[in-house]
Antibody, heavy 114, light 112 residues
Framework: EVQLVESGGGLVQPGRSLKLSCAAS????????MAWVRQAPKKGLEWVAT????????YYPDSVKGRFTISRDNAKSSLYLQMNSLKSEDTATYYC???????WGQGVMVTVSS | DVVLTQTPPTLSATIGQSVSISCRSS???????????LHWLLQRPGQSPQLLIY???RLESGVPNRFSGSGSGTDFTLKISGVEAEDLGVYYC?????????FGAGTKLELK
């Protein structure tokens, strides 16, 4: 069974940084592209970042490019999202996802507020 | 970016009724490798999304066969043949053919 467990969320002030982690199990992590997807309160889903199997290629939408960095450690079956220069509009539940929504974690809340 | 337009935004149904949700893409989702990376997700209230259908019409393991997907190119449909109470929530289509990945705005299925 695919399991994805996010951690690292919380309350952070605007302009500060936060790093999310996702522990994967139940599948061969190194074989899959991985992604972070977020959902602002009462809103739809927004893709945040994708990383290739080896980690050599990463993709971001303009809304987070230059501020967010996705990375992975295949030896630890773990995915990460480093979020810098956080803004109030980054407030959302952040989900770790396998591929293009082929498996989801339970999500972790990030609140950016002073 | 590819825009996915879902209709209707809200769907009211009775238990046992069959319903359909449309997802139209601003570009063809047929990849050069021959696959069409269009999937359907369900997000029940208070839960994370779950995969229902992948590659247009393939049923994810454990998903009831009252769910079915069809379509090609730019037009896709999710059908529920006989709505059950556990089917209530928001349905999203998502595409992975073109970068960046994009989601439809969602269709909320509620009880009439």
């Amino acid at each position: 069974e695919v399991q994805l467990v996010e951690s690292g969320g919380g309350l952070v002030q605007p302009g500060r940084s936060l790093k999310l982690s996702c522990a994967a199990s139940g599948f061969t992590f190194s074989n899959y592209y991985m992604a972070w997807v977020r959902q602002a309160p009462k809103k739809g889903l927004e893709w945040v970042a994708t990383i290739s199997t080896s980690g050599s290629r990463t993709y971001y939408p303009d809304s987070v490019k230059g501020r967010f960095t996705i990375s992975r450690d295949n030896a630890k079956s773990s995915l990460y999202l480093q979020m810098n220069s956080l803004k109030s509009e980054d407030t959302a539940t952040y989900y770790c996802a396998r591929g293009v929504g082929m498996g989801w974690g339970q999500g972790v809340m990030v609140t950016v507020s002073s | 970016d590819v825009v996915l337009t879902q209709t209707p935004p809200t769907l009211s149904a009775t238990i046992g009724q069959s319903v359909s949700i449309s997802c139209r893409s601003s570009q063809s989702l047929l990849h050069s490798n021959g696959n069409t990376y269009l999937h359907w997700l369900l997000q029940r209230p208070g839960q994370s999304p779950q995969l229902l259908i992948y590659l247009v019409s393939r049923l994810e393991s454990g998903v009831p066969n009252r769910f079915s997907g069809s379509g090609s190119g730019t037009d896709f449909t999710l059908k529920i043949s006989g709505v059950e109470a556990e089917d209530l929530g928001v349905y999203y289509c998502v595409q992975g053919t073109h970068a960046p990945n994009t989601f439809g705005a969602g269709t909320k299925l509620e009880l009439k």
